[in-house]
């Protein structure tokens, strides 16, 4: 069996390929048209990695084999056994990265969906507190901050998808010792629909490590 390969944002890259290779296959009959829309969402897949062995290329060329929707999700669910799993985090792990939350609340972690996230997020309703932790080289990136609902849909800055936002606030240290700023961005109210339609990880992380500094 293959060593994992694939991030949970190169899944949703392969899913949103395959999903549009079937709207082709419902509407489109020239086989001309539809060799090319397989082509097109081979390429787009493979280019979604920085690079792949031939094994691991030769699995995600296979997406331009099938014909039918039940043959192309059977091959979507088969993939499930190359992704790389977010790090599974402990508690302690977790308070760690936010020693100042004395009274921090976490997440359900028996509940995570490993092979579907990207970054890890949860709410302290009761504060309107947003938690976010990411592993970035090696390494795992906590930052906390004020979330708010804006009852308006609009483009997440982590996903780029059209959903319903949040403002999410993070306070930030300014150019004195004793100077604080705040940088924020809108981003989806929905946690697991986020992480299913993240296809970049480059937005997240800039927002991350620009508030790390």
């Known amino acids: 069996?293959?060593?994992?390969?694939?991030?949970?944002?190169?899944?949703?890259?392969?899913?949103?390929?395959?999903?549009?290779?079937?709207?082709?296959?419902r509407t489109v009959a020239d086989r001309k048209?539809?060799?090319?829309?397989?082509?097109t969402a081979v390429i787009n897949a493979i280019d979604a990695f920085d690079q792949l062995t031939t094994e691991q290329k030769n699995l995600?060329?296979?997406?331009?084999?099938y014909e039918a929707a039940y043959e192309l999700q059977s091959y979507l669910?088969?993939?499930e056994a190359h992704v790389i799993p977010f790090p599974e985090v402990t508690v302690k792990q977790?308070?760690?990265?936010?020693?100042?939350?004395?009274?921090?609340k976490t997440p359900d972690l028996a509940s995570v969906d490993y092979k579907r996230t990207t970054y890890l997020r949860w709410m302290d309703v009761a504060t309107n507190r947003l938690y976010i932790v990411y592993p970035y080289q090696g390494q795992l990136l906590g930052i906390e901050g004020q979330m708010t609902s804006t009852n308006k849909n609009g483009f997440c800055m982590f996903c780029n998808r059209h959903r319903e936002l949040g403002f999410f606030n993070?306070?930030?240290?300014?150019?004195?010792?004793?100077q604080f700023a705040s940088?924020?961005?809108?981003?989806?109210?929905?946690?697991?629909?986020?992480n299913h339609?993240?296809?970049?990880?480059?937005?997240?992380?800039?927002?991350l490590l620009a508030i790390g500094k």
């Open 77 to 79: 669910d088969e993939l």
């Open 33 to 39: 048209v539809l060799e090319t829309v397989k082509g």
């Open 94 to 104: 977790i308070q760690k990265l936010f020693p100042k939350s004395k009274k921090l």
């Open 197 to 207: 339609s993240i296809t970049d990880t480059a937005p997240l992380e800039r927002f």
């Open 170 to 178: 993070v306070k930030t240290r300014g150019s004195g010792p004793d």
């Open 183 to 194: 940088a924020g961005q809108y981003i989806c109210i929905d946690d697991e629909a986020c």
């Open 1 to 25: 069996m293959q060593t994992p390969f694939i991030q949970n944002h190169q899944l949703n890259v392969i899913h949103k390929q395959a999903d549009f290779l079937l709207k082709t296959m």
């Open 60 to 65: 995600l060329e296979q997406m331009s084999k």
